[in-house]
């Protein structure tokens, strides 16, 4: 298993539940493919660089995690259908093997 993380934001106006379904997804996704979630930070609310969709805010979460690396794109999939996710970032950590 190597390690993962994930950088996703919502838009700032979604609501809670919203929010925690689309986490839940997430994790069941992960452990789906067998992979462990070692840490979530919830950043809040950030000013985005440039305007997206409309929006200049995001609600920005970072989750640290170790997955196969032939999971990553069935994760990728269900966050680019999952309505949402604005955007997302997955990365391979090297460092944290």
């Known amino acids: 298993m190597k390690a993962y993380e994930l950088l996703f934001f919502v838009a700032p106006n979604i609501d809670d539940e919203t929010r925690l379904a689309t986490m839940k997804r997430i994790e069941t996704t992960i452990a789906e493919g067998e992979g462990k979630i070692d840490n ?3 950043w809040g609310k950030r000013k985005l660089a440039y305007e997206i969709n409309g929006l200049n805010e995001g609600n920005y979460t970072l989750i640290d995690f170790h997955a196969d690396p ?3 794109a069935e ?3 269900v966050l ?3 309505g949402a996710v604005v955007r997302h ?3 391979h950590r090297s460092d944290r093997d």
Do not use: F, Q
């Open 40 to 42: 979530v930070e919830d």
């Open 70 to 72: 032939a999971n990553i």
């Open 75 to 77: 994760l990728d999939r």
């Open 80 to 82: 680019r259908i999952t």
């Open 89 to 91: 970032k997955i990365v």
